[in-house]
């Protein structure tokens, strides 16, 4: 039976977000739902809550866990890339919180079909949509060696990526990749035993975020929900690794800087550690939360996210 994914950070996320009231929000990670069911139990009856996702799947678990609460939840299948497009049709009053917890879920993790594992035998997949044509088979397959160590130093921040780079490049001119076993036991064999399971996580993290195009869609989704959030609204954010989370920290100091924006919570919050102890995958989670105090002006408007991209605080952590 499939896991269902336990929400990370679950009071302290949906504390926040209903503080500001409202009638209409946004999971922009829905999953199995367990975010959207404790915002639909708390708030207002007549609040609405949109759950956007693009793990088919997953959509079809939080519909079945979400059905009690009827027409107030609307269902997408998509990406938050694409939030502006996916909501327009649906006429939303005001949007006062909107919430993105990134990365897989357990859900996901745990269905060894999907190949998000590096434990379990499955095929190189890692699609978050499996409807795209790009897989980590593709990837690792048809990458060159310049191409891997650059996947694997910046987005797996992996100190063995030079010669990882160089083996796998060899090996998959001879003998390509076609299972998650097949990659890690070569991967094992290739780099000292002591650094084996932080390699393998860092390795399969760099290529799922390749596959799936997440840094990228990050920046564009933060940069929409921002557009479409009410003044007063929140956007809350829930990161599990430091590149997600500097991109998160670097736009909002770049919009705070501006005075579009306000944290809430400067220093983020983290599991306590019970539920690190009960939920052993929210141990590196980070929550920010930021309220809006004032629309985007017309040339930021009109230059959308490249304009952001343009302050050096957009890709730099200023800790």
């Known amino acids: 039976m ?13 504390e926040v977000l209903l503080e500001g009231g409202g009638k209409a929000y946004i999971d922009c990670t829905v999953g199995t739902g367990g975010h959207s069911l404790e915002i639909l139990s708390k708030a207002p009856q007549d609040t609405i809550l949109v759950g956007i996702d693009k793990d088919e799947k997953s959509l079809d678990v939080a519909r079945n866990r979400l059905s009690s609460f009827g027409e107030k939840v609307k269902l997408l299948l998509g990406g938050y890339e694409n939030l502006d497009k996916l909501v327009s049709p649906l006429n939303l009053p005001p949007v006062s919180g909107i919430l993105f ?66 083996v796998l490049s060899d090996r998959m001119k001879k003998n390509p990749f076609e299972t998650t076993v097949e990659l890690s036991d070569f991967i094992r064999r290739n780099i000292p035993r002591r650094a084996a399971h932080k390699t393998l996580a860092r390795v399969f993290q760099a290529i799922r975020i390749t596959v799936n195009d997440e840094l990228e869609n990050l920046k ?82 009109n230059k959308g996210i490249k304009g952001l991209e343009g302050d050096k605080n957009w890709e730099e952590d200023d800790d």
């Open 2 to 14: 499939d896991t269902i994914h336990i929400p990370v950070l679950l009071s302290e996320t949906i």
């Open 101 to 166: 917890d990134l990365g897989m879920s357990s859900f996901q993790l745990d269905n060894v079909g999907r190949g998000f594992s590096f434990r379990e035998e499955g095929p190189l997949d890692m699609r978050f949509d499996n409807t795209q044509k790009v897989t980590a088979k593709q990837v690792i397959n048809s990458f060159s060696q310049e191409r891997l160590f650059d996947l694997l130093a910046k987005l797996g921040e992996e100190k063995w990526s030079r010669r990882l780079s160089r």
């Open 220 to 301: 564009i989704g933060l940069f929409k929900a921002f557009k479409l959030l009410a003044i007063d609204g929140r956007i809350a954010l829930i990161s599990y690794h430091s590149l997600e989370d500097r991109i998160a920290k670097s736009f909002f100091t770049t919009l705070k800087k501006a005075e579009y924006l306000r944290v809430i919570n400067p220093r983020c919050a983290r599991p306590s550690k019970a539920e690190r102890m009960k939920n052993r995958r929210s141990r590196s989670a980070r929550l920010r939360v930021i309220k809006k105090i004032r629309n985007f002006e017309e040339e930021v408007e």
